[in-house]
């Protein structure tokens, strides 16, 4: 698996000083607004991502070096929990992001535990996706 970024251990120890999930879900809730805003123009039938439940748009720009997603969702936590995804991808190439365990990242974060099963399956649903648009 690769490597943290800066930004991505820097948000890791940020959660890792976190006592209770009020304050997991605050900090949560701040990456979330942190998350780059999609157009309107770009929310369109075919960026959403199915099997989430509720409507999640991803985008790949190839033309970016290194690879950018883009990203967004109706759900607040969701959005933040895609925004800190992304975070942990961020400069990474296409055959490291297939390698990235989204599982062990969000359990690093202290995390999974209170990952409802739609959210567990609306992230892998949009861990799927991307390896859709990489390929």
Do not use: Y
């Amino acid at each position: 698996m690769s490597a943290l970024s800066t930004a991505a251990q820097h948000a890791l120890e940020d959660f890792q000083q976190c006592q209770h999930w009020e304050q997991r879900a605050r900090l949560l809730l701040q990456w979330g607004e942190q998350l780059e805003e999609l157009p309107e123009a770009l929310r369109s039938p075919e960026h959403l991502v199915h099997g989430c439940a509720t409507r999640v748009w991803l985008l790949l720009d190839k033309q970016a070096e290194p690879l950018r997603f883009q990203v967004a969702s109706e759900a607040r936590l969701l959005r933040g929990l895609l925004a800190l995804l992304l975070l942990r991808i961020a400069g990474l190439n296409a055959e490291q992001i297939a390698a990235v365990d989204v599982t062990q990242w969000f359990a690093q974060l202290g995390l999974s535990r209170q990952l409802s099963p739609s959210r567990s399956n609306g992230l892998n649903a949009v861990r799927i996706r991307m390896q859709e648009l990489l390929a």
